[in-house]
């Protein structure tokens, strides 16, 4: 610890500490314009000049100078103040004051700091920028006339993001922030630039003239979008969710926000929203009163709760809160006496509800997002976790670029991970995870690199005896690595000193399911990486609450049908009534015909959704439900944080929020006092749920509760087969694209702007042995169907390898898949 | 007693030489001093209003009777695509002129605001625009 004075104040930091940070932690504010906490120091504005005593009187930049023992700075003299009022004079030199036009005037610091130095008038004259507006773009407006060249933008896409769209081009006064070869924006769009700029040189289009910053009021919530759990400011004005706020001291991620956390809010307020309940009458959905819908569903629940309830199975999505999960079942389990409930295909939660179940002795990942900064080895199953969950991806960009991580990324692809520094990226086949991972654990075993405590953990002998067929010579053909590649990381793995497993999970990912995810706790227990810092598994559930769901127990128990079985039983005809909450498993479950004829058949369909889905068009009765803005609640993300859901605005239309829908029927149908309010429930939850005991709905505060992991763990050998390829076709694999999370993104403005249908990406070797570019259409066909989906030619995938995002309603993937790891299809143009 | 009475008199008849300041209106129409706030005005310049829709006005207002919409015209410029004020609520302060950064605003001498309908009472941006 370093002891200085800053303006008759006496502070102690430590001592890589920074004036900046000295004085902050002093409370004394020092103004700045290029800084900021996240980046590196970059002392390019010169706001922040203090004068040091030691140093005669010169005047340093407080943000790059660090912290020495007996510093007496000073922050404010009447020669600061001048030297301030000059730099912002200068900047104003070629600024437009079209501070009445511009979106940043409220939230711009050059304009704050103007007025707080009083600089009414300027000495110099020059003439201003003549650059070329760029209004092209659809997400990020960008006007270099208004820029003050503070880096920002380039930094945090370079440092943060890691993608480097933007660049300091030329030098001197003809110096400006462009792009490649000065073209157009061609990025990820996450926006990361358009929050961090000081100015309004970068705006958010689809926000562009809606409000002024001081009309918005603020609400804090958290992200509805993927499991990550970021959090997040609505911007709300009339009752309408207009942005997206920049808050830098939000959450874990200090307010970095991927591409649909920032621009996929306008689905809360888009003119599809279902605004009153529907049901259908001579084979068309109208428009009906909630009295009436909610009655012809509360008898179809009667009846199959006199039926003994088996007939009546529910389909959820894990973006509804835990509160109306817990409701939800209850409503299922008590109420009708069904055991038929289950989310995400069932196979998307497998790998936390089965795997980490049966191998930690509890249904979460033993580490948490923290953990990702602070190991030395990361190993990241697929490259598709940037894409399933980016603002993690931007924590392995921080811990591989800061911190000095080791990533390691085992993928059947490469991916924006395999390009950052000293990544290395096993390409193996698809399919072949299981394989490759009990390989490397034969090797740690093999070698003697077992931890001491692994003898302690019952089953070691079983495991060992069930991976004597996987030795990595034997394998290293199915897995497409060579054998010494396997023993490499298998040794790597094991010797650092800490190492964490990353998992994504998600309805694109059937291959990831138990096996996989117990291969990798087997990997870690192993070598002793569970339960430290830094260390373990940390598997990630795709959406918003799918944690949450799996701690509410909404999976199948006591010999319920999952999901699976459920479809199957509505075409058997055995599901008389299905209640589907928010999924859209038209869509996004495998084999779409299959699904489409299970829907079709079942004699009572209800859907409640925000939106009349693919799924709610075959409904009997449709109830609008409310989006994640209008309601209270908790959501569990990855690394079981549970963080308050805050509402902003009052629902859309008559729409309801699937708590007070679902707290009706649970009433009726359990003949009960409805619960008084969500933290009712969150009470029930905390009594009834062991993991959340103790955590109290007024207790989660700011930044939520992460609930506490214990069990017995035990080795359970995972069975991984080699993925047989069928000649002459090419290995389909299906998986998120980086704008789209689930289905519900389709319905935001943002990512259907940069991401609007589906597409193929195959290889440039495929491409050109099919004589395709991009673009074109391409014929897939698999034993069950055939759609016809654009060709994206790309250096990341490997031969005989395509891939497809799965969330779109139109010629959706789905119609190819059946729900194995790999789907081999025929490709034609 | 006599005496104040005869004071008051001498007070009423030296007004009956004086100018009067009774107007018989309507026939006869007041002068209005410069500086007097009556109706708003969208000021004109180049064929089209001034206001960029900077919302100063709707922020300063202590009646909270403004309502302005921002609209993209075609060259990306700002507008005000909306530009209403609620004559009910409008209490004539002028901090909305104050306030305008473009002198897009003004107040004309226009006080007969009397109407029939509530809804008429609210002058839309065209209504505004006319007096030039």
Redesign the interface.
């Given at each position: 610890m370093v002891n200085l004075t800053i303006d008759d104040k006496q502070v102690t930091v430590p001592k890589d500490a920074t004036i900046y940070d000295a004085a902050k932690a002093a409370g004394i504010r020092i103004p700045i314009l290029c800084h900021d906490k996240k980046l590196h120091p970059f002392g390019g504005c010169r706001m922040c000049l203090v004068e040091v005593e030691q140093m005669k009187g010169r005047q340093i930049p407080a943000c790059t100078t660090p912290v020495t023992e007996g510093m007496i700075v000073r922050t404010s003299t009447p020669d600061i103040i001048q030297a301030r009022k000059m730099v912002l004079e200068l900047l104003l030199l070629k600024h437009p004051i079209d501070?009445?036009?511009c979106d940043a005037?409220g939230d711009c610091d050059l304009q704050n700091l103007t007025y707080e130095y009083k600089v009414n008038a300027n000495r110099f004259t020059d003439e201003k920028f003549q650059h070329k507006?760029d209004?092209e773009n659809p997400l990020i407006e960008r006007d270099m006339n208004r820029c003050i060249h503070c880096g920002k933008c380039a930094r945090i896409c370079d440092e943060i993001v890691s993608y480097g769209a933007y660049s300091f081009l030329n030098r001197g006064l003809e110096a400006k922030i462009g792009t490649e070869f000065d073209g157009p924006l061609n990025c990820e769009f996450c926006g990361s630039c358009v929050s961090v700029c000081p100015v309004g040189a970068l705006l958010s289009r689809p926000f562009?003239?809606?409000?002024?910053w001081?009309?918005l009021s603020k609400t804090k919530t958290v992200c509805s979008y993927c499991g990550t759990g970021c959090q997040l400011t609505l911007g709300i004005k009339d009752g309408k969710v207009l942005t997206t706020i920049y808050d830098e001291n939000q959450g874990f991620h200090n307010g970095q926000l991927c591409t649909r956390g920032r621009w996929g809010y306008q689905f809360v307020n888009s003119d599809k929203r279902l605004t009153t309940p529907l049901i259908r009458k001579n084979g068309k959905l109208v428009q009906a009163s909630w009295e009436e819908a909610l009655s012809a569903v509360k008898e179809r629940l009667f009846s199959a709760k006199t039926a003994g309830g088996e007939s009546a199975a529910c389909l959820v999505t894990p973006r509804l809160t835990n509160e109306e999960l817990f409701v939800l079942k209850k409503l299922f389990n008590v109420a009708l006496g069904s055991q038929n409930i289950d989310h995400s295909a069932g196979y998307a939660h497998n790998a936390l509800s089965a795997g980490a179940l049966e191998s930690l002795g509890y249904a979460a990942s033993p580490s948490t997002i923290a953990d990702i900064q602070k190991t030395n080895l990361l190993l990241v199953v697929k490259s598709d976790a940037y894409e399933t969950h980016p603002v993690l991806g931007f924590e392995i960009n921080l811990g591989v670029k800061r911190k000095g991580v080791d990533l390691r990324v085992v993928s059947d692809k490469r991916g924006k991970l395999s390009r950052l520094p000293d990544a290395t990226t096993y390409v193996h086949k698809p399919g072949s995870e299981v394989l490759l991972f009990n390989a490397m654990a034969r090797v740690i075993i093999g070698e003697n690199l077992v931890d001491a405590g692994a003898s302690s953990i019952s089953g070691l002998a079983e495991l060992k005896n069930s991976l004597q067929g996987y030795a990595p010579e034997k394998v290293a053909e199915a897995c497409g690595m060579s054998a010494d590649e396997i023993i490499v990381l298998a040794r790597d793995y094991a010797k650092a000193e800490k190492a964490l497993i990353m998992l994504p999970l998600g309805l694109g990912y059937p291959g990831h399911g138990k096996d996989l995810a117990q291969a990798l706790i087997n990997l870690a227990l192993l070598t002793g990486k569970i339960g430290k810092e830094g260390c373990g598994v940390l598997i990630m559930g795709e959406k918003n609450n799918s944690q949450g769901a799996v701690d509410m127990g909404v999976y199948p128990a006591k010999g319920g049908k999952d999901a699976v079985a459920i479809l199957d039983g509505c075409a058997a005809g055995t599901v008389k009534t299905l209640y589907v909450v928010g999924e859209n498993p038209v869509v996004s479950y495998p084999n779409r015909k299959a699904v489409e004829a299970a829907l079709d058949k079942v004699e009572f369909l209800i859907v409640q959704d925000l939106f009349l889905t693919e799924t709610a068009e075959k409904a009997h009765v449709v109830l609008p439900a409310c989006s994640f803005a209008e309601k209270d609640g908790t959501f569990t993300s990855v690394g079981k944080v549970i963080q308050r859901v805050n509402r902003a605005i009052a629902p859309v239309g008559l729409s309801r929020s699937d708590f007070e829908i679902l707290n009706a029927l649970y009433a009726a149908c359990a003949n009960t006092q409805p619960y008084a309010d969500v933290a009712a429930v969150f009470a029930e939850i905390s009594e009834n749920v062991p993991a959340y005991k103790g955590i109290s709905y007024a207790g989660l505060g700011e930044n939520g509760v992460i609930w506490p992991a214990g069990g017995t763990p035990r080795f359970v050998p995972a069975e991984g087969g080699a993925v047989q390829g069928e000649s002459g076709k090419y290995a389909l694999l299906t998986g998120s694209a980086l704008n789209h999370c689930g289905t519900l993104s389709r319905f935001g403005e943002g990512p259907m702007y940069v991401c609007p249908a589906g597409y193929a990406e195959l290889s440039y070797t495929d491409a050109s042995a099919l004589k395709v570019k991009n673009d074109d259409l391409l014929t897939l066909k698999s034993a069950s169907g055939e759609v016809r989906l654009k060709a994206k030619v790309s250096a990341r995938m490997p031969q005989g390898v395509i891939f497809a995002p799965y969330h779109f309603g139109e010629e959706s993937v789905n119609t190819l898949t059946t729900g194995a790891p790999v789907t081999w299809v025929n490709v034609s143009k | 007693m006599i005496m104040p009475l005869l004071q008051g008199l001498k007070i009423t008849f030296s007004h009956m030489f004086k100018k009067t300041i009774t107007l018989q209106y309507p026939h006869e129409r007041p002068n209005i001093p410069p500086g007097f706030r009556g109706l708003h005005a969208l000021n004109v310049s180049h064929d089209k209003a001034k206001c960029?829709?900077?919302?100063?006005c709707p922020?300063v207002c202590p009646a909270k009777c403004i309502t302005v919409e921002?609209?993209?015209d075609a060259n990306?410029?700002?507008y005000a695509a909306k530009y209403e004020i609620d004559m009910l609520r409008c209490i004539f302060c002028g901090y909305c002129v104050e306030a305008c950064?473009?002198d897009a605003i003004r107040m004309t001498d226009t006080f007969e605001l009397a109407n029939m309908k509530r809804a008429d009472f609210v002058f839309t941006k065209e209504t505004l625009l006319e007096k030039k």
């Open positions: 501070c009445p036009v005037a507006i209004y562009k003239f809606k409000a002024r001081w009309a | 960029v829709a900077c919302y100063l922020t921002a609209g993209e990306h410029d700002k950064p473009v």
